[in-house]
């Protein structure tokens, strides 16, 4: 813009400024844009100061500050949400519920709403009129219907297809037509362009020469659409909260990024690094960390919990342990590991250490039962006891230690049986036994062996053998459809003035030729793209384009047949035909069939080459429309035609 003098470029910056349009002749205005002045530069020239203000919309101020919070309750709707983060909201498809908690992290509220637009499938957009924060998602249908003109225009191809190529979408997705006009139309309003109803979801506007002009891209509704897309800053994140309550092995954790107005929602599971030991929950208050493994919301758990203990014990990190609120203690220290309970006056523990292994019962028992064996195996084993030490293999004994000692039978070694037995010692030894048995154990280890299966490593199939069997693929359709045509190419060959063997021969060798082409345009396209396709890509490229042209070159001959099926289903099988008074003889029939039918044929032929030619210069998907509707209704109408001779000729009995 012009100014009669400089102005104050500091008062101008966070600004708001207004683009009024008004016509000639009509005094109502219309608001083009309302936003907020970030940038001024000015500058003199030839006397005259000039200023080039740069502004944004008003939704701006969502995107200047990153915040962290969570929306824990999974009956949330996307919308309710959004309007929660930035108020004026609307748009279609967004009240669909979540179905996770949702976590804003390091995202700015306009980064987060988008995200939150896409996870119903939907782009977001920002009202560029309004003074005020407006958002909306997806297509905001207008009433009106724009007009542009037909002969001024351009076909492109959106950059995300060359991204997404490797996921199988169709190109045809990712066309938009780019025009201009006087006229000011807004996002979303829909115009019949090009024979297809397109949308506009782009829209700049620029003065040229004093007549201000709108650029507009008009696409399908699939313009938009939005795919879902997760935070990857999530990805390894551990968040801080408190138990607040506990569910199963889940615990409902109250996150410090939501502040004192926190709620815990949602139940996360306790996945704890030392895993859920004997079902071991955090207490209500108790601090602990929600860990994202990856960058979607659903990944996440509840990790563990942190230690505020004083205890000295722990005041080593090299001493480890578990203790329940009821006293039972698991003890991995340096030295020792060990099982404990009971209250202090009588420990009961098992404790393990490298000068061997100690029970302790306290003022306890100390039992050992089993229902088979006992074995104590040592070079020396000892047993010392102040008052008595006893063994017993009565039945009276037996009786009364129930439970521990059990009956067995004639085996070997006896544990039971054949007379009563007893020993004792009592600051003497005294023993009494029926027979006494000798028995011992030797046992023969073996290595461990590697009997893990192999597995081969995967080869990438290369480049050249891709091409090979693209081009056996090709060759093989040339020879099935040479060999196709000569066997029921009399009649076509003897209208053309050649025998069935030469139409044979060219049938073969345009259908092998396409396949080949299309071989070829597929290892172009890799090197000029840096891509990598597939064997499936270049056997289904190379049989596409074979296909096409050896199925519009056995039209051709079965069309011959075709026309003589007409013929006589036309005539009614006379030999005179009167039409509008003019008789019409079944030879004159028979030739304007024949004519029609090698007409059409032909022309689908070249129609096919044509769709075979630009797959290999543009990479135009095969039989794909072309946005000139002249052209593809021809190309589709001939194709109908060609298969209808070629159904008749398989109908008459002398094509065999």
């Not at 195996?377 to 037996?398: H, N, T």
């Not at 039971?416 to 046992?443: F, P």
């Not at 630009?614 to 002249?630: D, V």
Request: glycine share 12%; hydrophobic share 40%; proline share 3%.
């Amino acid at each position: 813009g012009y100014l009669a003098g400089m102005p104050d470029v500091g008062r101008l910056q966070e600004e708001a400024v207004r683009i009024m349009l008004q016509e000639d002749g009509d005094n109502r205005e219309q608001v083009l844009f309302h936003g907020i002045i970030q940038s001024v530069h000015t500058f003199v020239e030839n006397g005259v100061c000039q200023v080039i203000l740069s502004a944004l919309t008003s939704s701006i101020r969502l995107d200047q500050q990153e915040r962290n919070r969570s929306f824990q309750k999974t009956k949330e709707t996307y919308l309710g949400i959004m309007r929660e983060v930035a108020g004026n909201v609307s748009g279609s498809g967004l009240s669909v519920e979540t179905g996770v908690p949702v976590i804003q992290y390091r995202e700015t509220d306009w980064g987060f709403c988008r995200r939150m637009a896409a996870g119903a499938g939907q782009v977001l957009y920002a009202d560029p009129a309004s003074p005020e924060i407006r958002l909306w998602a997806g297509l905001e249908e207008k009433g009106g219907t724009a007009s542009f003109p037909a002969d001024r225009y351009s076909v492109c191809v959106d950059e995300t297809y060359y991204h997404m190529k490797s996921a199988g979408e169709g190109k045809k997705e990712f066309l938009y037509y780019r025009t201009e006009s006087w006229e000011n139309y807004e996002i979303g309003e829909s115009s019949f362009y090009q024979g297809q109803r397109r949308y506009i979801f782009e829209k700049t506007a620029e003065l040229v020469g004093g007549v201000l002009v709108f650029g507009y891209k008009l696409g399908g509704k699939c313009r938009f659409g939005q795919k879902r897309y997760a935070n990857w800053k999530m990805a390894g994140v551990s968040l801080r909260g408190t138990v607040e309550k506990r569910e199963k092995e889940s615990v409902y954790l109250k996150l410090d990024i939501d502040g004192a107005d926190g709620k815990a929602l949602h139940p996360y599971p306790w996945i704890p690094p030392t895993g859920n030991v004997m079902y071991c929950m955090p207490q209500e208050g108790t601090e602990a960390y929600l860990y994202f493994p990856e960058a979607e919301e659903e990944s996440a758990y509840v990790v563990n919990e942190i230690h505020k203990s004083s205890c000295p014990i722990f005041a080593d990190a090299r001493n480890r342990g578990l203790v329940t609120e009821h006293g039972k203690k698991l003890q991995m220290y340096a030295d020792v590991l060990g099982f404990a309970g009971g209250k202090e006056e009588t420990v009961q523990e098992c404790r393990m250490g490298e000068d061997g292994i100690h029970f302790g019962a306290g003022k306890g028992k100390l039992q050992v039962t089993g229902s088979g064996q006992i074995t104590f195996r040592a070079p020396e084993i000892s047993l010392d006891a102040v008052q008595k030490i006893g063994q017993y293999k009565m039945e009276s004994m037996a009786r009364e230690k129930a439970g521990m000692l059990h009956s067995g039978g004639n085996g070997n070694p006896s544990t039971g049986g054949g007379g009563d037995g007893a020993a004792e010692l009592q600051n003497e030894y005294n023993a009494l036994s029926s027979q006494g048995i000798l028995a011992g154990s030797e046992y023969e280890y073996y290595k461990p062996f590697d009997d893990a299966p192999e597995y081969e490593e995967y080869k990438e199939v290369p480049t050249w053998l891709k091409a090979v069997a693209g081009v056996a693929v090709a060759a093989g359709g040339g020879l099935a459809v040479g060999a196709l045509v000569v066997a029921t190419g009399g009649l076509a060959a003897a209208a053309l003035g050649v025998t069935a063997v030469q139409l044979g021969m060219t049938a073969g060798v345009l259908t092998a030729g396409a396949g080949i082409a299309a071989v070829a345009a597929t290892a172009a396209s890799d090197k000029k793209n840096g891509t990598e396709s597939s064997l499936g890509d270049y056997i289904s490229n190379a049989f596409s384009a074979s296909a096409r042209v050896g199925a519009s070159c056995i039209a051709i001959t079965l069309g011959m047949y075709g026309a003589e099926v007409m013929t006589l289903t036309v005539s009614g099988g006379l030999g005179l035909i009167p039409v509008g008074g003019t008789v019409v003889t079944l030879p004159q029939l028979a030739g304007a069939f024949l004519l029609v039918a090698g007409t059409v044929t032909s022309q689908n032929l070249l129609f096919q080459m044509r769709e075979v030619l630009m797959f290999c210069i543009s990479g135009k998907e095969m039989g794909a429309p072309t946005g000139n509707w002249l052209y593809d209704s021809a190309r589709d109408l001939t194709e109908m035609a060609s298969m209808q001779f070629a159904v008749d000729g398989l109908m008459n009995p002398y094509t065999y």
